[in-house]
Structure formats: structure tokens, C-alpha cells
């Protein structure tokens, strides 16, 4: 064997394994991401997605799972520009994931929430301009999957901020772009998130916010039983013991 094919050859013995060594690693840390999701430890899981994504931006599940960890983890800002920073980030993955996989609930899901989160933080007029395409989305994710809690948890705040619209955006949203479809109402908003929790029971959040929809409709005892059982679960995100504490002024507030 001549001294050429014998550097070929140990040039490939060199570069292989560690092309192997380097598919190996980037399977073990989105397992490790995906390990932290469901533990809800959601900034560590986060930083791993975005290096799965590093490796390959294609990743459909980093992509949405790293969408919806900056609409959840933007949230908790205080600073409003740190707020829409982490919402546009989460709007520009759930864009990427939708090139991805147009026909999953997923991607269509994350994108109603990271919308939906921009447009509390919003003018009257990108918010209801935001409406019209949150509403898209969210009848998407429940076109592929119709048990999705998650989107009924969002067709339900829709439905609560849409029929609670102040004049100034009804106003904005019959003038500039001829009304929000839906027939949105405080009751259809009730029976969405009543479904998301008939489909999760453990998530505090969705009882949080069918207690508010109650007290909106003046049921104060349907309110207070809610948050009764709200306060019995387990935590499992950061931001269960904020809610909790949520409920329980809400139920001294009404009783």
C-alpha cells in the first residue's frame, strides 16, 4: 500500500469517530432537553434546545418546544422590552417550525401562545390585529388535534379578551379591519378552558383563568370553587405558587 491510501485511510479512521462522536452528543443533550421539559425546568431546558438547534435549526420539536419555552419564560419579566424580546424569539421559531411541519397542532400552537403573549403587551391596534391571526392558528392546532389543552386553554383567553375588547379597540377592529371573527363571549371562553381542563387536570394556570372568566360573569361561587381546587394541586412550573397565591386572593376577595 502506497503512503497516499495509507493517509487516506487513517484520515478517515480519525474523522469518522468523531462524526459519530458528534451526533451521539447532540442526541444526548436533546434528550437532556427533553428531560428538562417535562420537569418544567424550563430555562435549562431552554439553553439545550438552542443548542440542538445550533446543530440542526430543522429540529421540529426544539423548534416548537423552544417557541413555547420563550413565550413561558418571557413572561416572567418584569421590563416589557425584555418581554416582547423573548415573545419575538418565540415568534420567529414557531415561523421556522411551521416551514417545518405546516400539518401538526404543534406549531400552530406555539404560535398562538407567542402572539397571544405579545399582543397583552401591545397597542390597542396590534392587539387586535394580532387576534385575527391567533384566532388562525389556535382553529388550526384543533383541527390536528382536537385533545390539545393547550389550544382550548387559548381559544378560551381569545374568547375572554375578545368579548372584553374596550370601546377604543372594537372601534380599531370594525374600522381598520371590518371586525374579529368569532363571535367571541365571556361563556364560549368558559367552556374552552373547562375543556382544556377536562383534559389536564394539573395544570393551575388553566383554573386560574376559568376563575377569572367566572368572576367576570359574576359566578363568584363557580370562581371560588375553582380556585379551591386550583390550590389542592401539586406544583409543577415556576409559576404555580404565584397562581396559587392568585387564587386564594381571589377567593378572599369574593367571599
Known sequence: MDYSKRFIIFIVLLVVPLIVFGQSSVSEVEEKADSLYQQFEEEQALELYQQVLENNPNNYKALWRASFLYSRVGNRFNDKDDQKNYYNQGIDLAERALKVDSTDAESHFVMSVAMGRKALISGARDRVAASRAIKKHVDKALEYDENHAGAWHVLGRWNFKVANLSWVERAAANTLFGGIPGNASNQKAADAIQKAIDLNDKYILYYVDLAKVYEKMGHDQQ?????????????????DPTLKEQCRKLIYDLQ
Open 223 to 239: 370562581a371560588i370553587s375553582v380556585c379551591e381546587s386550583a390550590v389542592k394541586l401539586d406544583n409543577l412550573t415556576p409559576d
